[in-house]
């Protein structure tokens, strides 16, 4: 593989990880606290086409993004009070939402774009025209869109509230153990609450940047399942938004191969790339990971009267 | 079914009481997605009773419509029954995509190779390794949740994306499983002695649907009536009380999720046997996720879930025609299945269905 | 000793009231400034409640608590906090994937929010560890870190805070003897500086050693507030348990049959916490014999009672059950039948019929089933029976369990396991939460047994009860037994005494 095939592979890499993560970061925060939010993938789909829809209304990238923002939040805020408020079953709550989320879009998709496929403004690339030409660097990290550069640097500003301020401890403590957290004389309800409904909103940031990144167009049920990847990267990064970060990268580099892989052939069968981070996932909570990583109230609901 | 005096005074059904109590629920769940649904049709400038009115007509309104209402059904039945059966027993289910693709392509393996025996015995044993192929995929998630108190629910639904990639490279070249020079990925074609016949001459109707029916009756037998079923709820509803009563509920646990990958492996198999008659690249859709949603709405009772299934059949197979004459799909189909959940959750009749990880919780030094 | 005239906490005549019972009735004493106050009592005596009202969970039906001498109403824990109020439970509030400091500074607001103060947190760690002695480091992750030393944990939390009034609940349960020491020294010092400690413990032998003062609860009263180091063993266990009659000792046969049934030979357990629960523990009951088990609750009876019923594992020793050795759950009806402490969770499946909960150890036994089948006739042929024998009121055998009293639940319980005449009976709490008659019929049963020649084993925190029923008492603490005597001629405040850790002398009548 020639290095212009390589660069070529990575930057690709990073644009398609770059929902993952963005998605991730809202992920961790609502599973350390302790709720199991797989509407996310929901989010991430009216976000993509809230993104769509607010570009093409307005044909500014930054509404689209807002769009996509508050639709994502939207639907986790039902999840959040489904979960939070009401202890009902986070995964009943989770799925009837994503296939609300799937039938409302296919809907409005039909609204939207009843003839043909319209393509709206894309997220400009952020960084100088000379950089580029720099031998690897130079595409992989500067021909990326705007977009990329906030999901690479949103990780790092997340692990700096998540251990460094009062929030990120209160959150951490929430979802081990919520007996602690209410006896120091703080709230239960709040922190997870907000922590699921910002999930939505990071997950819709992820669905504007599928969509909105090189694409300009919103496909039915374009997600394809990538949100769960996400709770994938989650338990193989331990729940420490770098290395959930570095997960999503990494299979985001193992979604570009083996798109190549298809058109150049291999002994590997592509599909195996595609399957790779369900299989990690499934080792991983098999005990190659310590148990003690798992948020422990994890899908549990709290009873304020339990000893 | 009984008569009794009940603490206040009144007389009382038993058994029937829990089968309206169970009933209200979904029933109030749907009807509010009805109505709901109604209105995001009026907003797109139809009239709603036009659109419930053809998806009527293209559900139920003649035998073509009968049996395609059946076709969609069965699958998804099958498929919920695979969640339900979990549900009774504490855990969830959420493997029903991966194990029906499983068992789709085990029924296919038998269904292509020409054997030497009578036909019917030839798809029986089709349908069998069906049943064998879902349970297969369904083994390292129920070990992991049973002896090692890991969540069922990541780990089965990681398997569902798994199974559908492998399954697409089992079809295509140069697998043995795969069409020779075909344009889209699929398996040869099921052999006329491995398919499952056809009820109604002229329409797709397999026998799936009869198979899908006869279990529903067969499950609410054995939960209600067998000691299979007793100890199975019994572990549902109260692990702790299983122990005391001397039940090995790690190794339960084991076996009824096996069965629930089993029967989900027959969803798969009827598809291929009695409908597609090829195994297809992706095939499933979402009769995975149908499945759970249907039997969280009826609370995993196998009955209700006939009657549940045989609804959302008709959603699908309605939609057909209320896109053809009112312009509005299948999305609406999803959206209604997707609300009625959503409300029969509210209402409260969702609540946390046992324990999800029923081996997690062990004593100290306590026997396993 | 601290002789200061100060009162740092007073609380004058708090009483509350739960639904049935009353918790805590005018309840007057006041903690010192400077002071290591004691609080002496069995369960049920009202300390937990008391200290629930201090800490915000509860509000006293009346009474005033004065702190520093200002009145106060605690209407949360954010406001006992506040007010200087501190407290250690029994079952740790730590998260165990934060790191000692974290779990420290949680809910302290930070002086520049949101940013944590970790510096100078960590600083004011490692200076209060080194005043105080105590071997902890910052930034030890919770779930490496040993039962003994979160309890310190706890404690620093507190110190945190700039706790005044420390309240520690059974604070030694999870530790080692030495840690013990070391603990008690904490406290001294803790006491010197100027600080309240209020010490829930029913052990005498801590009591004498650390405690200024001592306040003795019974059934939901002050008894009295003394010197430890003045009073006799006797003395205190007498406050504590203080009946001078005890009433209804029920009549029975004298037992005959000299045959041992259940022998446990050097058992020893761990609790879930993975602490010793039993250590080394080796007891008989024989045939026509109501042993009864006596000691405050957490000493062991409850995992005595699951090794027993093959619910847990022992670490060693053996048990055996007419001459049978257990290893697992037992699901022979003839040989064991038990009662479990925990009858909604363990002991009925709350959403099954009382039909069903009759059989739930029999279903695939015949007549009960046939080849898979259940019976259903024979099962509520079976269920009517047992009705009437045992007297449960319920509308119908299908009635869903959870619709009757817990008197008629506790029956069925009892049906269930009597039905089959065992050969060893083991009754944990089981009149826990039941009316009076239904507790009479209990006790009156478990008569009936022992007078049919069954092995009875019966664990209760209820003294009188303990008296009442058994022919032999033997006293359990910290999974030891203190002592054996004959219910008969039992000196109350005897036992007492042993359950407050004083090892007494056996009976020579036994």
Redesign the interface.
């Known amino acids: 593989m020639d290095l212009s095939t390589l660069t070529n592979w990575l930057q690709a890499g990073v644009r398609l990880a770059a929902p993952l993560v963005l998605t991730s970061i809202g992920s961790v925060y609502n599973e350390r606290v302790g709720i ?1 939010n ?1 509407s996310i993938e929901g989010s991430m789909l009216v976000g993509a086409l809230a993104a769509v829809a607010g570009t093409l209304i307005t044909g500014n990238v930054v509404i689209g993004t807002i769009c996509a923002l508050a639709a994502g939040g939207l639907l986790a805020v ?1 999840h959040a009070y ?1 979960t939070v408020a ?4 986070h ?3 989770g ?6 989320a ?6 409005g998709f ?2 939207l774009f009843p003839t043909e496929r319209a393509r709206v403004a894309t997220y400009p690339v952020l960084g100088p025209p000379e950089l580029r030409s720099v031998p690897f660097f130079g595409p992989v990290v500067f021909n990326q869109a705007v977009i990329v550069w906030i999901a690479l640097i949103l990780p790092f500003v997340s692990s700096w509230v998540l251990y460094r301020t009062s929030w990120g401890l209160n959150i951490r403590a929430v979802g081990e153990d919520p007996h602690a957290v209410a006896s120091a004389g703080l709230s239960v309800f709040w922190p997870k609450f907000v922590a699921v409904v910002f999930s939505g909103v990071c997950a819709g940031l992820g669905g504007s940047a599928l969509a909105l990144t090189d694409l300009g167009y919103f496909a039915p049920n374009m997600t394809g ?1 990538r949100a ?1 990847v996400v ?2 990267a989650n ?1 193989v990064g331990k729940w420490n938004p770098i290395m959930v970060a570095a997960s999503c990268l990494l299979y985001g580099a193992a979604d570009a191969l083996q798109l190549r892989i298809q058109t150049f052939g291999s002994p590997i ?1 592509y ?2 790339f ?2 790779l981070p ?2 990690v ?2 080792a991983a ?3 190659f990971v310590g148990r003690v990583a ?1 948020p422990k109230t ?2 549990e ?1 709290y009873d304020p009267e339990a000893i | 079914m ?1 008569a ?4 206040r005074g009144r007389i009382g059904l ?2 029937l009481r829990e089968l309206v109590l169970s009933g209200t629920g979904p029933i109030l769940g749907v009807g509010l997605a009805l109505v709901v649904s109604a209105g ?1 049709i009026l907003a ?1 400038g139809v009239n709603p009773l036009v659109a419930y009115a053809a998806m009527l007509e293209g559900a139920f309104g003649s035998v073509a419509a009968l049996a395609n209402t059946g076709v969609r059904a069965a699958p998804i039945i099958l498929s919920g029954f695979a969640v339900g059966l979990g549900y009774k027993a504490g855990l ?1 289910n ?1 493997g029903g995509t991966g194990q029906i693709y499983l068992g789709a392509t085990t029924a296919t393996i038998v269904g292509i190779i020409p054997l030497p025996v009578p036909a019917w015995i030839h798809l029986l044993i089709a349908v069998m390794a069906g049943f064998v192929g879902g349970a297969l995929w369904m083994f ?2 129920a070990y ?1 949740c049973a002896y ?1 108190g ?2 069922l ?3 089965t ?3 569902d ?2 199974a559908g ?2 399954v ?2 089992l079809l ?1 070249e140069p697998s043995p499983l795969a069409e020779k020079g075909a344009t889209f990925p699929m398996s040869p074609l099921i052999l006329p002695s491995a398919r499952l016949p056809i009820l109604m001459e002229g329409t797709s109707l397999h026998a799936g649907f009869v198979l899908a029916v006869v279990l529903g009756v067969v499950l609410h037998f054995v939960l209600h ?4 079923g ?2 199975t ?2 572990v549902g ?2 692990p ?7 039940i090995d509920v790690v190794r339960w646990i084991l076996l009824v999720l096996l069965i629930c990958g089993g029967l989900a492996g027959l969803a798969g198999a009827g598809e291929v046997l009695g409908l597609k008659l090829r195994l297809f690249d992706y095939f499933e859709g ?1 009769v995975g ?1 149908e499945g ?2 249907l039997a ?1 709405l009826v609370e995993g009772n196998p009955l209700g879930m006939i009657l549940a299934g045989i609804f959302f059949g008709s959603l699908k197979a309605g939609a057909g025609k209320m896109q053809i004459v009112t312009g ?12 009625a ?2 409300f029969v ?2 209402i ?1 009749f ?4 046992g324990v ?1 990880q029923p081996a997690r919780k062990k ?5 396993r | 000793m601290n002789q200061s005239a100060d009162i740092a906490l007073r609380i004058e005549g708090i009483t509350k009231r739960f639904p049935g019972v009353l918790a805590n009735n005018d309840i007057t004493f006041e903690v010192r400034v400077g002071e290591v106050h004691g609080l002496l009592g069995e369960n049920g005596a009202g300390k937990t409640t008391l200290m629930n009202i201090l800490y915000g969970f509860h509000q006293p039906d009346s009474g005033k608590i004065y702190i520093g001498g200002r009145e106060v109403r605690i209407t949360s824990s954010r406001v006992a906090v506040d007010l200087g109020i501190g407290m250690v439970h029994q079952h740790f509030r730590l998260a165990d994937n934060l790191t000692a400091l974290e779990n420290v500074i949680l809910g302290i607001p930070p002086k520049r929010p949101p940013l944590l103060d970790l510096e100078s947190s960590r600083a004011r760690f490692e200076g209060l560890t080194n005043e105080y002695g105590l071997d902890l480091r910052p930034s030890t992750p919770i779930w490496q870190l040993p039962v003994g030393d979160r309890q310190w944990l706890e404690i620093l939390k507190l110190l945190f805070r700039d706790a005044h009034v420390l309240i520690l609940d059974e604070p030694t349960s999870v530790l080692a003897p030495s840690q013990i020491e070391q603990l008690f020294k904490t406290i001294r010092r803790l006491a010197d500086d100027g600080r309240s400690i209020i010490f829930i413990s029913h052990k005498l032998r801590e009591m004498k050693e650390v405690a200024d003062r001592v306040t003795v609860l019974r059934d939901g009263q002050v008894v009295a507030t003394v010197d430890p180091r003045q009073t006799s063993p006797t003395q205190l266990a007498h406050m504590m348990v203080g009946r001078e009659v005890f009433l209804d000792r029920r009549p029975r046969p004298p037992s005959e049959s000299r045959r041992a049934v259940l022998v446990v030979d050097s058992l020893s ?6 602490i010793p629960a039993l250590r080394d523990l080796s007891l008989t009951v024989h045939a026509g014999e109501i042993v009864g088990v006596a000691g405050v609750a957490g000493n062991g009876q409850r995992e005595l009672a ?1 090794c027993i ?7 060693s020793g053996t048990i055996r059950i007419s001459e049978e050795f257990i ?5 022979d009806p003839s040989l064991l039948g ?1 009662i ?1 402490e ?1 009858r909604r ?9 009382v039909e ?1 909960n009759l059989i ?2 029999t ?2 036994q015949s007549p009960f ?1 046939r080849r ?3 019976q ?1 006739h024979a099962i509520s042929d079976r269920a009517n029976t047992l009705i009437q024998e045992y007297d449960i009121k319920t ?2 055998p ?2 869903p369990i959870r ?1 009757l009293s817990g008197g008629n639940q506790q029956r069925v319980v009892v049906a269930r396991e009597l039905n089959a005449e065992p050969a060893l009976l083991v009754a944990s709490q089981p009149t826990r939460g039941l009316d009076v008659a239904s507790v009479e019929a209990l006790q009156g049963m478990l008569l009936e047994e022992r007078n049919r020649g069954a092995a009875v084993l019966f664990i209760s925190t209820e003294l009188s009860e303990v008296l009442a029923v058994s022919d032999r008492i033997l006293v359990f603490y910290r999974g030891e037994i203190m002592g054996e005597l004959m219910a008969e001629t039992a000196d109350v405040n005897l036992i007492g005494e042993m359950m407050l850790g004083h090892r007494g002398h056996k009976d020579p009548a036994a």
């Open positions: 199991i797989i039902v489904l009401r202890n009902t079953s995964l009943v709550s799925l009837a939402l994503n296939f609300l799937l039938g409302a879009t296919n809907m039909a609204l399942g769960f709770l994938a338990v069968p599909q195996f595609l399957m369900y299989l996932t499934v909570l098999a005990g798992v994890l899908g609901p | 009984r009794y005096v009940n603490e038993s058994g995001l797109r969830w959420i390292v998630p992991l090692r890991v969540n629910v990541c780990t639904l990681m398997l994306y798994v990639f492998f697409s490279w295509h009536s067998t000691t299979f007793f100890r709820r019994m509803k109260s702790e009380a299983a122990r005391y009563a001397g979402f996720f759970l949603a969280i509005i799909g299948t999305p609406m189909a999803l959206v209604i299945e997707a609300l959940v959503l959750v509210a409260g969702g609540q946390r269905g999800a004593m100290r030094g306590e026997k | 357990c761990q609790d879930d916490r993975g699951e019923a093959g619910l847990r594992r022992p670490v290893a697992g759950v037992t699901r038990y479990p925990d969770k363990t002991g009925l499946v709350a959403d099954f019929t069903e739930i150890k279903f695939d089933s898979g089948v259940l259903r509308p119908h299908a009635t619709h």
